[in-house]
């Protein structure tokens, strides 16, 4: 199973918008409604933000948003904050066997 | 409180093995799904095996027949048990607590452990 495909980074200036794609295939992103996006700190763990492509747990700024169409998902993060700064990675369900696949990963760097 | 911590890693040589552990508290690890994924140096995420309630278990391909997931009930404690280890392996290992969320069909992790590395070299 191949990774999802990310750009490697993307940028904002504080209060700006800013989308990240995350492109699969129809048999991961467009074949099922189990798409989410985690975001990593540096030396920390992942948290989760988006799940089943668009909802966010509790807890989670309503400026983080996720949506799908066809085979790519995309995060969008509105009214950037500087702590917004991080590596933000997608993730697909894949079938039963092999369960899920990440993407490569897409640094966020608040200008 | 949940909390997961990681525990086992540490430097083998290529061809050996290594068992790491994931101690839990603030909830009962069998009557959660429970995976474990990895990172390599600078790289991405990368799945690695999951293991459900009912202890049903799945694995990438890339560890499968090296890899095996298994859970202490006594201990609260998740594992994995890594064999013929190989450099490609080297990473850091974190555990992760798996929910499903109302309405989702599909579990999620929702905790993560602070991770263990693990550095296979000779």
């Known amino acids: 199973q191949s990774a999802l495909t990310q750009p490697r980074s993307v940028s904002g200036s504080p209060g700006q918008s800013v989308t990240i794609s995350c492109t699969g295939t129809?048999?991961?992103?467009?074949?099922?409604?189990?798409v989410s996006w985690y975001q990593q700190h540096p030396g920390k763990a992942p948290k989760l933000m988006i799940y089943?492509?668009?909802k966010r747990p509790s807890g989670v700024p309503d400026r983080f948003s996720g949506s799908k169409s066809g085979n790519t998902a995309s995060l969008t993060i509105s009214g950037l904050q500087a702590e917004d700064e991080a590596d933000y990675y997608c993730c697909s369900y894949v079938g039963s066997y092999t369960s899920r696949v990440f993407g490569g990963g897409t640094k966020l760097t608040v200008l | 409180e949940v909390q997961l911590v990681e525990s086992g890693g540490g430097l083998v040589q290529p061809g050996g093995s290594l068992r790491l552990s994931c101690a839990a508290s603030g909830f009962t690890v069998s009557s959660n799904y429970m995976s474990w994924v990895r990172q390599a140096p600078g790289k991405g995420l990368e799945w690695v095996s999951l293991?459900?309630?009912?202890?049903?278990?799945y694995y990438a391909d890339s560890v499968k027949g090296r890899f095996t997931i298994s859970r202490d009930n006594s201990k609260n404690t998740l594992y994995l048990q890594m064999n013929s280890l190989r450099t490609e392996d080297t990473s850091v290992y974190y555990c992760a607590r798996e929910t499903y969320y109302d309405g989702s069909g599909y579990p999620y992790s929702d905790y993560w452990g602070q991770g263990t590395l693990v550095t296979v070299s000779s």
């Open positions: 293991i459900y309630s009912g202890g049903s278990t």
């Open positions: 129809s048999s991961d992103v467009g074949g099922y409604n189990y």
């Open positions: 089943d492509v668009s």
